[in-house]
């Protein structure tokens, strides 16, 4: 069913839309019959047309028949001169209309049409204060405001702006510190917030090795604004999901992460491990990483527990610890006991749970788990906490470490004896908690029984 709009619903629309057409047939109808037609007659037919235009695709703002619109200088477009339906910044801080602006950004112009100041970037930012005050505006006019004047287009690359972009790796390349911060700064800002410049990198094999040429081998004293700067821009292309494996493979982009996880400020270690947790969502790519030897590193971070970075970290050595090679990785390099010492200490619980259960497969996790305390810290969690998930992975690994380790059954059985928390678990826990814990029961009935009969 076709949409209804102002034009076919609004009693005073329809009534002057039908004088329109009434006027504009007889005047075409003088067109055609008479031979010696005025000039002035086709300008009266071409102005009803337009009216009856704009009516249909503008409904209660047009008003050309009775003189133009009369409302506030500062909600018309500074290119259309028309009512602003979408208002936006320009990096100069002056609004227009999104369609209008894009237009004009389109045609590879560089400048803010109104100050003719050269452009930063052409990144267009809503104006919602501009768009509320008009829309109220409208609103106490009784009238409606319709869609945009021009076909709204997507915020795609321009010549402009890639030539732009071109500009600002050439900018990375430079011996001039100010230059490449300042460069640094924009491309972080640009692939932050449009997609279409974290594809553009993928374009071009040079590319990131330019973005972080400030960062490469040999290179001394790099500034730690600048640093964070180049690592946030990697991060956001790694968003991308046709750039994770094209970033991954770039020589030297995985070894300046690990780099960064040791070095820099926590915002900079942060998105490093941020970073290569997006970029392990290929499983191609979490083997290219565990190789690389991120893993020491993000346990590092992970146990020195700043809580700006705890959860990013954590996230990443989840995904990289899915393939085998990794979880034996983890292991050597220490990830039991960091992670069971935050668990005691209750931090970020629900996270690490799931990373200690994905561990415990691991014969030596196992024996680590059972010297670093993690028994009896699990029976507690399973009698404190309310979340399921929390419960079963607990249960998850103390079956791990019952079927695995003997020197731990005298441990659960005491617990048991005294608090009943696998018998309460067995009863009322999630189906895959009460199998857990009722094969757990039973292997430790069995070896009482074995031991009484002996």
Same mark, same amino acid.
């Given at each position: ?25 007889? &005047? ?67 609004? !227009? ?23 930063? =970037? *052409?990144?267009?930012?809503?104006? !919602? ?57 924009? &491309? ?22 330019? +973005?972080? !040429? ?21 991060? /956001? ?68 527990? =700043? ?18 090679? /990794? ?12 992670? *069971? ?11 690490? +749970? ?24 699990? &029976? ?12 079963? /992975?607990?249960?998850?690994?103390? !079956? /791990? ?54």
């Amino acid at each position: 069913m076709a949409k209804t709009g102002v034009f076919e619903t609004d009693p005073t629309i329809v009534a002057k839309a039908s004088e329109l057409k009434k006027e504009l047939r007889r &005047l075409l109808k003088k067109i055609v019959d008479e031979d010696d037609s005025m000039v002035e007659t086709f300008d009266r037919a071409n102005e009803a047309l337009s009216a009856l235009k704009d009516l249909k695709f503008k409904g209660s703002l047009s008003f050309k028949l009775d003189g133009p619109l009369s409302c506030p200088e500062q909600f018309r477009c500074p290119l259309s001169k028309e009512l602003m339906r979408d208002p936006v910044i320009l990096a100069t801080g002056q609004t !227009y209309d999104r369609p209008f602006i894009q237009k004009w950004l389109k045609e590879g112009n560089r400048t803010c049409p109104v100050t003719q100041q050269v452009l930063s =970037h *052409t990144l267009l930012t809503p104006n !919602y204060l501009v768009q509320d005050m008009i829309s109220l505006w409208c609103k106490n006019q009784g009238i409606e405001l319709p869609g945009s004047a021009l076909d709204t287009e997507d915020e795609g690359i321009t010549q402009a702006d890639r030539q732009h972009f071109e500009s600002l790796l050439e900018k990375m390349l430079t011996q001039s510190i100010s230059e490449q911060k300042m460069a640094a700064k924009e &491309l972080r800002l640009l692939t932050k917030r449009m997609p279409s410049f974290r594809a553009l990198f993928g374009e071009s094999a040079d590319s990131i090795p330019n +973005l972080l !040429y400030p960062l490469s081998p040999g290179k001394i004293d790099v500034h730690p604004d600048l640093q964070e700067d180049l690592i946030t821009t990697v991060l /956001n292309l790694s968003i991308h999901d046709s750039n994770k494996k094209f970033v991954a493979e770039t020589p030297g982009v995985i070894p300046l992460l690990i780099d960064s996880l040791k070095y820099g400020t926590i915002e900079t270690r942060t998105n490093a491990a941020a970073a290569l947790f997006t970029l392990s969502a290929l499983d191609s790519n979490k083997t290219l990483i565990g190789k690389a030897g991120a893993i020491k590193p993000l346990i590092d971070l992970l146990d020195e527990g =700043h809580p700006l970075a705890m959860k990013d970290v954590a996230s990443a050595i989840f995904n990289l610890c899915i393939i085998h090679e /990794n979880k034996a990785r983890s292991v050597h390099d220490g990830a039991v006991m960091v992670i *069971t010492k935050k668990i005691i200490d209750r931090v970020l619980v629900d996270e690490l +749970l799931t990373i200690l259960a994905m561990l415990s497969s691991h014969r030596r996790a196992i024996e680590e788990m059972g010297e670093f305390g993690a028994v009896p810290c699990l &029976l507690s969690i399973i009698r404190e906490t309310t979340c399921g998930r929390n419960k079963e /992975n607990c249960i998850a690994i103390l !079956y /791990n470490i019952c079927f695995n380790d003997r020197t731990k059954w005298k441990e659960m059985r005491e617990d048991e004896d005294a608090n009943g928390t696998i018998s309460e678990l067995a009863r009322n826990g999630t189906s895959r908690a009460k199998r857990k814990a009722s094969a757990i029961l039973e292997r430790l009935n069995r070896i009482a029984s074995i031991t009484h009969t002996a």
